[in-house]
């Protein structure tokens, strides 16, 4: 999926050099993040609304870690001496993506306070930010385990599913859907660049042959909570400590740890919860326990497709589905295989609109460079809906690509349709399995670099959607190369400017 929450980097009052300043283009870039780094730092704001906003000092303090594109233990390195949380903070994946529920820096405030327990909850960050946020907490005095959540009432508003069609060609590698989802009576209304918060029930096939490894096949209020409340799909490290404390076979116990602990190596790798009931047969918790340690089944969140003048009364999104086969079983992903495989018109899904400002620049006169391969497509095709209907002149490129042209290239009618017209200025196309080499959009961002940096000199406004872990950082690299080849910047000078970028408002990433 795009499942996401954007990571935008929104706008701030900051002073910037004029284009007319007696400066070359490096010096002026230098300067400009100068600027931004002394009228204060860039707060990635969340759209999560569980997450809320950052706290009021966030602003005035300085978080040399919370970048990216540094390596874990540099990282680390820099939040030396400082309090817990910090220290936390930056063994995270600095990306304020929100999957865990949280921003880096309030996540790593609640595992310092002991209100949150689980070290497990970065996805992009995995094993590596696993490990060292446990080796930072085993650093803390012992405290009171945090009491369980409660499973909540799903929050949302009812919306219909109307299709989910397939986008993606015979042959192709991946499934993608159009899905197109019914906002009539929901009150609900977004705009470009806003995610959908979508709730969705767990594979009732996956909780049917959970209930009877729990000796609970008669149990319906567990079924209920299996079904509707609690994940069963990923559960967290304090679900592995309690049936490692319940196994009464050691090397069960001692398997379980070693997963916890994230080690690598350890099988079942990537585990849902029937994998651990299956392998750990020892391990019987009291079910009520077991049950309060899962995670509570969070909304997922999508990136829309639509711009609602294109689209009136309806919302639309680009869902990648997730089916994996391990362990000789299918995998289904929660959301994305409910849309794609299960969902009808006929049972309503609960919807949030997750308002960003991960927006289209508000003057017709600046460029417009969208960075969105494969499912990162999705808030483009609602920006360049918005360009078409409103007729707006901003001149917009788009960089897309995929695995294959023949059958990976989303929404290509309507894209070309765009490119024709002119609402599209210029489209640069990266497929990684069309030739004897891999294509992806950073090289194309790489071969257009003069191109490119001309845009960015014209005010261009920079957006990136899509995965964080790869290709968010592998953008993020070639526009510093972009800076150092074209406008004759240091390394130094070219990571001002990209601050000072975001900083202006003109540098957004939508990722996860």
């Keep these: ?182 906002l009539a009576e929901s009150g609900l209304a977004y705009e470009p660049g806003d995610s959908l918060s979508l709730t969705v029930e767990n594979d009732p096939a996956l909780v049917e042959a959970v209930l009877p490894a729990l000796g609970a096949e008669g149990d319906g209020a567990l079924r209920e909570e299996l079904r509707c409340r609690r994940d069963i799909a990923r559960p967290l490290d304090r679900t592995l400590d309690l049936l490692a404390g319940a196994a009464r076979h050691a090397p069960h116990a001692t398997a379980l740890r070693a997963l916890a602990d994230g080690e690598d190596g350890v099988e079942p790798a990537e585990a849902d919860l029937l994998d651990l009931l299956q392998a750990f047969p020892s391990a019987r918790p009291p079910v009520a326990d077991l049950v309060a340690s899962l995670p509570l089944l969070k909304p997922r969140l999508y990136s829309i497709a639509s711009s609602p003048l294109a689209c009136p009364g309806r919302v639309e999104l680009c869902v990648g589905v997730v089916r994996a086969t391990r362990r000789e079983r299918v995998r289904d992903g929660v959301a994305s295989c409910h849309l794609a495989f299960r969902a009808t018109p006929d049972l309503p899904l609960l919807a949030q609109v997750q308002v960003s400002h991960f927006r289209l620049p508000a003057d017709p006169a600046k460029p417009v460079i969208m960075i969105g391969p494969g499912t990162g497509i999705a808030p483009f095709r609602a920006f360049l809906q918005h360009l078409a209907a409103t007729g707006a002149r901003n001149r917009a490129w788009l960089f897309f690509g995929d695995q294959r042209g023949a059958t990976d290239f989303l929404f290509r009618e309507e894209i070309e349709a765009w490119r024709a017209k002119g609402t599209l200025s210029r489209l640069s196309l990266a497929w990684s399995r069309d030739g004897d080499r891999k294509v992806y959009v950073q090289h194309r961002m790489a071969e257009e670099a003069p191109d490119l940096w001309r845009w960015l000199q014209d005010g261009a406004h920079l957006y990136v959607c899509g995965d964080a872990s790869r290709m968010a950082k592998d953008v993020d690299a070639a526009l510093r190369q972009v800076a150092m080849g074209e406008g004759g910047m240091s390394a130094d000078q070219a990571r001002d400017w990209i601050v000072a970028l975001a900083r202006q408002g003109r540098y957004q990433r939508d990722v996860y």
Excluded at 126 to 150: G, I
């Design 1 to 182: 999926m795009n499942a996401i929450i954007p990571q935008a980097l929104g706008p701030a009052p900051v002073p910037v050099i004029p284009e007319n300043a007696p400066f070359t283009a490096a010096q002026r870039a230098w300067l400009n993040g100068f600027l931004a780094g002394l009228y204060g730092g860039a707060a990635a704001a969340s759209a999560n609304a569980s997450a809320g906003p950052p706290p009021p000092a966030a602003a005035a303090e300085d978080f040399p870690w919370h970048d990216p594109a540094i390596e874990l233990e540099e990282r680390l390195q820099l939040a030396e001496g400082k309090p817990l949380s910090r220290r936390l903070m930056a063994a995270m994946a600095q990306l304020d993506c929100g999957q865990c529920g949280y921003v880096c820096q309030s996540y790593a405030e609640a595992l310092a306070s002991g209100a949150e327990s689980s070290a497990a909850l970065c996805v992009p960050g995995a094993k590596a930010t696993q490990k060292a946020l446990k080796a930072l907490l085993a650093e803390k005095p012992a405290t009171a385990a945090p009491r369980p959540a409660v499973a909540a009432a799903p929050a949302g508003r009812p919306i219909r599913f109307v299709s989910a069609a397939r986008l993606t060609g015979p042959g192709s590698a991946k499934d993608v859907r159009h899905v197109v989802l019914d």
